[in-house]
């Protein structure tokens, strides 16, 4: 097939991979090692009609390239890639069906699911063996010829220590969909979330970098489709340098960049959460939508012993070969260009584990983290590690290099127990408070290595934490089977909402409790979005193919004590920004800090009856309650103390000798319903009356008793 409106086509060159536009056409660069023959297919613009099939004239170092004069942007494009189908050998080249541009930095729709997109003929006999003959071009987003954007997004990024982080992690779409102050038609979308109203709750808050989850083009599984669900939370990319067009609301890429100047301009950093460790097309019954017909051999790890399979990893049917060299490029010049092109400080990495593992399995030195750590624009990036996935040795927390960052899932279930009112956990609750300095104290590594959380996306919210022990997760049509029945979580005496003001007062406690604990802890604290609105989902711990009201921020302020609570978050980010110790670039080493206020260690543990903690009080299973003596790490700052009390009765928690301080104010105390509590100092040695299952942070009078 051919068109007159395009020239003959030339050679061209075989990089950079994917399209490039000058003033008279474009060139087309696409990677694959086993391949025969690729065509490229041009559009409609309404991508509904093929009008020109070209074959790629060249083959240069595993690329397929060739220049088409004539081509402008906004041209729609795929590809065909010719070679074997044998699946057994790990080859599905498939040419009845149009691919994805691995490399396209737009694409002109969702996917959408239909028999058509598998490569092979479900109906066969032979299961995968059978190559299917559907055209599946009606169904495939096309690439769009798009020039690549030029120029930083902003002059000047946010910039400050990592430190002082405060992550606030959000759906791109969720979290604007049901706010009453965005317009209607720019919910769910990156212009929505720069809007005022969003910009101004975060400014408020006081959270300087999101995170969002993934905003690259999604495929929906067979089974959602079936039941008229979405991947909603997006991890289940098939290419990774477009923004999802759902997001975009018909304004192109610029639509992201817009939002990304906005936040700069806020004073708050934008970390994307990244997908490499597995793509969309799922296990050898998945379809056939972008790697898996460009060179299945090449993309994915196979089983070395039947390579008909894929070597999973990550759960979800396959996993990415980033031991690959070109795959590893794809990789590395994605995440430049959502750097460079699109603005970005910083990435989240999806079961990471995964995404750095080489024949052998995790290596800390292979291609990929020593890639990353040399790249002149990504080792300067903010990069966080989700450090597991599900293959042998797959747990890897504290494993990652110097420079990353991880997810410490160690917190959240220290954190969650404790609060419980579970026993034998003070140990490793003073362990995960200073940073978890036995996992990641090594090689230089500083607090900031420990990504603390109590809530993620996944999982149950902070307001189901505390009203719900069981997930209830019936309208995602698995029977309530998906999502984890390890939630450590106590729902207060009853399962659901309720309006015995008793169990509401506790669970605004609790909720109290836990932010407390996570803002005041050494490391790097995230909070999920709508934790500080009350947002629930319901008790449902996998809200991943919720595209509604469940899995929507919701921003009513149902009541006072929603209202109170909000206010009691902004203070207590004000108190973690005001005051460097509870943010400290370095672990506690046990010894006095500088200046002539640092008498006492860095950190003193202390026991309710005023005094160091001894080898018995840490062993003591029934222990419940903790406190912490914070020195000041400079002459400027002030000490403060923490307590902290599980148990449902209170405690008359003795205040250290006057060698820490004379007498201490209190600044906030969690058995109360607002942030602040009025009173007259407490001497040093007295007993401060400790509320059952409540924190009390205590500052140091400069002027004495």
């Known amino acids: 097939m051919a068109s007159p409106a395009f020239g003959a086509v030339r050679a061209g060159r075989p990089d950079p991979l994917g399209i490039s536009v000058d003033g008279e056409g474009c060139n087309f660069a696409l990677f694959s090692d086993h391949a025969e023959r690729v065509d490229l297919c041009l559009f409609d613009p309404d991508g509904e009609r093929e009008i020109a099939r070209i074959t790629l004239p060249e083959y240069t170092d595993q690329v397929w390239h060739g220049y088409v004069p004539g081509i402008r942007p906004g041209q729609l494009y795929g590809y065909r890639v010719f070679g074997p189908y044998e699946p057994k050998r790990g080859h599905r080249f498939n040419p009845h069906k149009l691919l994805v541009d691995p490399y396209a930095r737009q694409l002109s729709g969702p996917l959408k699911w239909n028999r058509a997109n598998l490569g092979y003929a479900p109906a066969s006999r032979r299961g995968d063996q059978t190559m299917s003959r559907e055209d599946n071009a009606r169904f495939m987003p096309k690439g769009i010829v798009t020039a690549a954007p030029v120029g930083e997004i902003d002059e000047d990024r946010p910039d400050f220590p990592r430190s002082d982080a405060i992550i606030y992690e959000m759906h791109a779409r969720g979290l604007t969909m049901r706010h009453p102050d965005v317009p209607a038609d720019r919910r769910g979308t990156f212009t929505g979330l720069a809007s005022e109203p969003v910009l101004d709750h975060l400014v408020g808050l006081g959270v300087n970098v999101v995170e969002l989850l993934p905003v690259t083009p999604v495929a929906d599984e067979r089974h959602l489709a079936e039941r008229h669900l979405t991947n909603y939370w997006g991890y289940s990319p098939f290419t990774y340098f477009a923004p999802d067009s759902r997001f975009l609301g018909g304004d192109g890429i610029d639509a992201f960049r817009r939002m990304v100047a906005r936040y700069h301009a806020a004073g708050i950093k934008v970390v994307l959460d990244v997908v490499y460790n597995h793509t969309g097309e799922g296990d050898h019954l998945g379809p056939t939508l972008s790697f898996k017909g460009i060179d299945n051999a090449s993309y994915y790890r196979l089983d070395p012993e039947d390579p008909g399979r894929y070597r999973d990893d990550t759960g979800c049917g396959n996993s990415l070969n980033v031991s690959h060299p070109r795959v590893l490029q794809m990789v590395l010049d994605s995440l430049r260009h959502w750097v460079e092109a699109m603005g970005v400080d910083g990435f989240r990495f999806d079961l990471a584990t995964t995404v750095a593992r080489g024949p052998g399995g995790f290596d800390a030195a292979g291609p990929f983290l020593a890639a990353i750590g040399q790249d002149p624009v990504l080792s300067r990036a903010m990069l966080i590690a989700e450090a597991w996935d599900l293959g042998p040795g797959g747990y890897r927390v504290g494993g990652f290099p110097p420079g990353w960052s991880e997810w410490n899932d160690r917190y959240r279930d220290t954190v969650r127990g404790f609060w419980r009112g579970d026993e034998g956990l003070i140990g490793d609750l003073a362990s995960v408070l200073a940073a978890s300095s036995p996992t990641f104290q090594r090689h230089g590594r500083r607090p900031w290595a420990s990504v603390n959380f109590v809530t993620a996306h996944d999982g149950f919210t902070l307001a189901d934490l505390v009203s719900y022990e069981r997930k209830h997760n019936e309208a995602n049509g698995e029977k309530n089977r998906d999502g984890t029945d390890n939630n450590r979580a106590w729902n207060c005496g009853v399962e659901g909402p309720s309006r015995d003001p008793e169990i509401r007062a506790l669970r605004l406690r609790q909720k109290r409790n836990l932010m407390a604990t996570l803002l005041l802890s050494q490391g790097l604290p995230m ?88 080898d018995v009080d840490w062993s003591l299973p029934y222990g419940r309650c903790l406190g912490l003596h914070l020195a000041a790490a400079l002459a400027d700052e002030t000490p403060f103390i923490v307590l902290l009390n599980a148990h449902h009765d209170p405690v008359p928690f003795v205040l250290p000798g006057p060698a820490f301080g004379a007498a201490w104010r209190v600044v906030m105390d969690t058995a109360a319903p607002t942030f602040a509590t009025e009173g007259a100092p407490h001497a040093a040695g007295t007993a401060f009356p400790l509320a059952a299952r409540a924190v009390a942070v205590l500052r140091q009078e400069t002027g004495g008793a």
């Open 527 to 614: 909070l999920t979005a709508g934790d500080e609105l009350g947002n629930s989902q319901q008790g449902n711990n996998n809200a991943y193919c919720q595209d509604n009201e469940i899995g929507w921020t919701d921003w009513d302020l149902d009541d006072e004590g929603d209202r109170a609570f909000l206010d009691f978050v902004r203070n207590l980010i004000a108190l973690r920004r005001d005051n460097a110790v509870f943010r400290r670039d370095r672990f506690f080493n046990g010894t006095s800090g500088a200046g002539a206020k640092a008498r006492a260690a860095d950190i003193t543990w202390l026991s309710p009856d005023g005094h160091e903690m001894t």
